[in-house]
Nanobody, 124 residues
Framework: QVQLVESGGELVQAGGSLKLSCAAS????????MGWFRQTSGKEREFVAA???????YFADSMKGRFTISRDNAKNTVYLQMNSLKPEDTAVYYC??????????????????WGQGTQVTVSS
């Protein structure tokens, strides 16, 4: 059974930083692309960042230069480092995994497994 467990979300002031983690189990982690998405109430889930099986990274335009994504295959964990946070970054952040086919990294429908989400709140 595949499980993705996010952690690290909390309340932070604008301009601050947070590092989210997502621990995966029940899958051959090194073969999977990992993505981060976010969602606020009443809005569709939004792509944030993804990392391919071999470390290629992809970002939504609004996150470029502020967010970084990394993975540790030995720990079956993916990280999202978020810097220069803004109030509009407030959302529930979800980790997701998909079998890496070298495409579709920003498409939520391509992802097979999802975590339960972690709340990030950025105060102004």
């Amino acid at each position: 059974q595949v499980q993705l467990v996010e952690s690290g979300g909390e309340l932070v002031q604008a301009g601050g930083s947070l590092k989210l983690s997502c621990a995966a189990s029940g899958l051959t982690f090194r073969n999977y692309a990992m993505g981060w998405f976010r969602q606020t109430s009443g809005k569709e889930r939004e792509f944030v960042a993804a990392i391919s099986w071999n470390g290629g990274t992809y970002f939504a335009d609004s996150m470029k230069g502020r967010f970084t994504i990394s993975r540790d295959n030995a720990k079956n964990t993916v990280y999202l480092q978020m810097n220069s946070l803004k109030p509009e970054d407030t959302a529930v952040y979800y980790c997701a995994s998909k079998w890496d086919t070298n495409r579709g990294y920003s498409d939520a429908e391509q992802y097979s497994y999802w975590g339960q989400g972690t709340q990030v709140t950025v105060s102004s």
